[in-house]
């Protein structure tokens, strides 16, 4: 597995608190990535980074902010957690650029939101 | 829109036999795909691209654009190749890749 790991694994929480999922890689890869996992709907993208401080939207980004600032760490924020946003969390990364190089994938955390 | 579509959520198929996965995707330029795959306790991983024409495990995947589908294929399939495939496709110039909704093979003894 290449070197990327995320905190917490698993994580319960109450509807309007705020959580902040990281991603710390050792890779030094310049790309790094938020999907969201949900039966039905397959991986979608939430956010992507491009570089320190650089960061995107994906295509579910409301409700999420990110913020990268350090090569190795990305941080997910849910400012106040909905149910919806029960999910499974993963992290990728990717030293190019992600449409022709390979994403490295997370463990992934599980994140339930009563 | 870009739109990648997995018709069949579940897949299962006896051991020895073929395998089809079925991609289609919607999209106005030039296509990148991917094929990822998730076994179990493992996590999610490449399995192939479609510039690299590679067969992996056994599996192949051709690249239809009159059809615009990336179908995953594999003659012979073994127990392990149950998981998790999802099919993915590159977005130019936005370093980026959507997924589909994901199809659970199973492969039966």
């Known amino acids: 597995d290449a070197g990327i790991t995320q905190s917490p694994r698993h994580k319960v929480t109450e509807t309007g608190t705020p959580v902040t999922l990281r991603c710390h890689q050792t890779e030094n890869h310049r790309y790094m990535y938020w999907y969201r996992q949900d039966p039905g709907h397959g991986l979608r993208l939430i956010h992507y980074?491009?570089?320190?401080?650089?960061?995107d939207k994906g295509e579910v980004s409301d409700g999420y902010s990110v913020s990268r600032s350090k090569t190795e760490d990305f941080l997910l924020t849910l400012e106040s957690a909905t149910s919806s946003q029960t999910s499974v969390y993963f992290c990728?990364?990717?030293?190019?650029?992600?449409?022709?190089?390979?994403?490295?994938f997370g463990p992934g955390t599980r994140l339930t939101v009563l | 829109a870009q739109r990648v579509t997995q018709p069949e959520k579940l897949l299962s198929v006896f051991k020895g036999a073929p395998v089809e996965l079925k991609c289609n995707y919607s999209?106005?330029?030039?296509?990148?795909l991917f094929w990822y795959v998730q076994y179990s306790r493992q996590r999610l991983q490449l399995l192939l691209r479609h510039i690299s024409r590679e067969s992996i495990k056994g599996f192949t995947a051709d690249l239809n654009k009159g059809e615009t589908s990336f179908h995953l294929k594999k003659p012979f399939a073994q127990e392990e190749d149950s998981a998790m495939y999802y099919c993915a496709l590159g977005i130019q110039g936005a370093q980026k890749l959507v997924f589909g909704q994901g199809t659970r093979l199973t492969i039966n003894p």
């Open positions: 999209y106005s330029g030039s296509p990148e």
């Open positions: 990728a990364i990717s030293e190019l650029a992600g449409i022709t190089d390979t994403q490295y």
């Open positions: 980074s491009y570089g320190v401080k650089d960061t």
